[in-house]
C-alpha cells in the first residue's frame, strides 16, 4: 500500500508540473503576443494621428513600416492610399486602394475613394463590355472576401453535419434530415469555390498599377519594338505573360502590348 502511495504522489507531483509547465508556457506565449502587437498598435496611432495633423509624409513611412512588419490588412492599406492621395502620388494612392478593395471588396469608401483617384488620371481607359451575367457573378464573387466565402463554408459544413445527426439518430426526421444534409454540403462546396477564386483573385500577380510617370507600350518585348501608345501613372494593367524584364499587357479596353516591368507595381 505505501509503495502505491509513493507512485501515486509522483504521479500527482509530475501532473502539477506539467500544468505549471503548461501555464507559463501560454503566459510566454501571450506576453510575445503582447509585445508584438503593443509596437503595432502605437505605430498605427502615430501614423493616424501624423495624418490628422496632415503631415502625410510620416503617417506613409509609418503605414509602410506596418506593412513590412507584417500587418497587411484593409485598413492600413486604405489609410496609406489616402496618405498618398493628399501627396498626389495618385498611382500609389490607386496600387493601395486597389489592394485595401481585395481585402474588403464590400467597403463603400474604398470604393469611393479608388473612383475619386482614377479621376485624376490622365488616361480615359474605356472598360470592353461584358455580358450581364459574367457581369454579375464577378460582382457577386467579389461582393466578399476570401476568408468571408470560407466562414460561410465551414458553416455549411458544420449545419450538415447536424442534419446528417439528426438523419442518424431521429427516426420521424430521417427524410428531412438527409436532404437538408445534401443540401448544406453542396451550398459548402459553392462557397469554398467562391473564397478559392476570390483568394485567387486577391494575392494573384495577374493585375497592376503603372506607376511610372508614363511609358510607351511596345509591339514586342525589346527597347526597338514598334511603339503602340503611350499610357500614364494610375493605369490598370492585366499581366498576360512574360519574356526577361518584359511583360505583356492588356489594358481595359481591349489594347494589348509590352511593358517593361519595373514601370509597374503588382497589386
Known amino acids: 500500500m505505501k509503495r502505491k502511495l509513493n507512485i501515486a504522489s509522483k504521479l500527482t507531483s509530475v501532473s502539477t508540473a506539467s500544468v505549471r509547465m503548461s501555464v507559463i508556457m501560454i503566459f510566454c506565449l501571450l506576453s510575445a503576443f503582447y509585445v508584438s502587437a503593443e509596437p503595432a498598435s502605437k505605430l498605427f496611432n502615430i501614423a493616424t494621428d501624423a495624418y490628422k495633423a496632415k503631415n502625410y509624409p510620416q503617417s506613409i513611412d509609418a503605414y509602410q513600416k506596418l506593412l513590412s512588419d507584417g500587418y497587411r490588412n484593409a485598413s492600413v492599406y486604405y489609410n496609406l492610399g489616402n496618405s498618398y492621395y493628399k501627396t498626389d502620388q495618385i ?14 471588396p464590400s467597403d463603400d469608401d474604398i470604393r469611393f475613394n479608388l473612383k475619386l483617384a482614377n479621376l485624376k488620371t490622365v488616361d480615359r481607359i474605356i472598360p470592353v463590355p461584358q455580358l450581364y451575367i459574367v457581369s ?50 453542396l451550398f459548402s462546396l459553392f462557397f469554398f ?75
Open 91 to 104: 498611382s500609389l494612392a490607386i496600387l493601395n486602394y486597389e489592394r485595401a478593395l481585395r481585402l474588403a
Open 136 to 185: 454579375k457573378w464577378r460582382s457577386f464573387a467579389g461582393s466578399q472576401s476570401s476568408r468571408s466565402w470560407a466562414i460561410f463554408s465551414v458553416v455549411c459544413l458544420w449545419l450538415a453535419l447536424i442534419a446528417f445527426a439528426i438523419y442518424l439518430f431521429i427516426g420521424s426526421m430521417r427524410k428531412s434530415g438527409f436532404f437538408s444534409g445534401a443540401l448544406l454540403i
Open 193 to 267: 469555390y467562391l473564397s478559392y477564386s476570390q483568394s485567387q483573385a486577391e494575392f494573384g500577380a495577374g493585375q497592376a498599377i503603372l506607376t511610372a510617370t508614363n511609358t510607351y507600350i511596345k509591339s514586342a518585348p525589346d527597347a526597338s519594338g514598334t511603339d503602340l501608345f503611350i499610357i500614364h501613372e494610375g493605369v490598370k494593367l492585366n499581366i498576360l505573360d512574360r519574356v526577361g524584364e518584359w511583360s505583356k499587357i492588356r489594358l481595359g479596353d481591349g489594347k494589348v502590348g509590352w511593358v517593361q516591368q519595373n514601370t509597374f507595381t503588382v497589386i
